[in-house]
């Protein structure tokens, strides 16, 4: 529930080491490819550069000896190169530079699953948008009813919504997938003139993009992508909040897909609890906390400050687990979401034609001044709340309402399903729009 088995393979110990030693292969390549390492041992850290060659208990062992992040498996890699081949791995490099582009592999692999599962919850979306572009419903301001909407309506603005964060997340792709390979300082100073280009071919290889400068405390990238997680979970977390208010047994509209043999609870047996909506506002809360917790690793100190980067090693990948989940979570509501079109338009009718005020309002303004409209709106509606009667017996007891306006217009503007604005168009543009950007899937 609050992780997919995709996107744990992406960040599971055995796939962030062999992302290491995929940094360290392609920063061997590029060196031998610039002349500043045999080819002969580049070749072989490249061939031996396979984390199922390596003793993992044995790269543990090391770690808690040295206290060092990255030095058990330069040893135990260097064991499976051989003399020869080992003394040119991590040539010039410092372990940040290995750490932040292998994290950097992840995040790419991670973005992509964001995105594959992102694009097919806006597909479900687009189709169930389309069909419910007429469904009337209530529109609620205040947490009050305030005027008649369609389904497809309330749909196409979370639709608009997911496909603004879907485009934040491709722009974030090529500001932000960018890997690191500057030295201790950041200067290149061990690779002398060549330092740039052994970056910029060694991020070739990898398949991210080069720094114009080090990163190695500039932390603004992580940050943004942590950020833009918390956003899709803000997304998110609101139409689970709406379809979690709309299932309420008082309301009864719109009810998550409920799987046989699906218990409630423990001791209700009837119940049928939103736990799809649960769980998306729980894990979009984490993510926001963990955006804040990427904005503070950008304060560090000097050249490099572990005291803060650390924390990215918790929350990366712990943040894209979540919102894969998140992700899910929305998929399973949208594919298997109820629509109670009965109870919906039963609802139109709840406050016996206040819904319609509004309508009614500019049904007397072809008679009289709006203001004067308004007022005598008002005073029949407030007399019909308290009452519990209907808005047009109220109006209609009123002698100059009755005297200029006909009856039958009023009652015609009573009617919700004639009120909905543009409702269905602005559907169609939604749908327009996101068929564009989605292409055929």
Known sequence: SASTPKM????????????????????????????????????????????????????KARGKVTGHSLVGLLGEFRTVLGKEAAGFLHFGATTQDIIDSGQMICVKNAVAVIEEQLTAAMRTLLTLMDEH?????????????ALPITLGFKMAIWLDELSRQRDRLLEAKKRDLVGNMTGAVGTFASWGKKGMEIQSRTMEILGLGAPDTCWHSSRDRVADLMALLGLLGGTAARIATEVYNLSKTEFGELEEPIGKGQVGSSTMPHKRNPIHSEWIIVLARSLRANAVQAMEVMIQENERDASAWKTEWIIVPESFVMASAVLQHLQSIFSGLVVRKTR???????????LLSEAVMFVLADAMPLPEAHERVYEASMKAFEKETNLLDELLKDPEVKRLCD???????????????????????????????????
């Open 133 to 145: 572009s007429r469904t009337l419903m209530v529109g609620r301001t205040h947490g009050q009813q």
């Open 8 to 59: 744990r393979a992406v960040f599971e110990e055995k796939a962030r080491l062999q992302a290491w030693m995929d940094v360290e292969a392609a920063l061997a390549l590029a060196q031998a490819d610039l002349g500043v390492v045999p080819k002969e041992a580049a070749q072989k850290i490249n061939d031996c550069a396979k984390i199922d060659l390596l003793d993992l208990q044995a790269i």
């Open 344 to 354: 919906m338009e039963k609802n139109t009718h709840l406050l016996k034609g206040l």
């Open 407 to 441: 009856p039958k217009k009023i009652a015609e503007a009573m009617n919700a399903a004639n009120y909905t604005g543009l409702s269905a168009e602005t559907v169609a543009i939604v749908k327009r729009k996101v068929e564009a950007k989605l292409g055929k899937g």
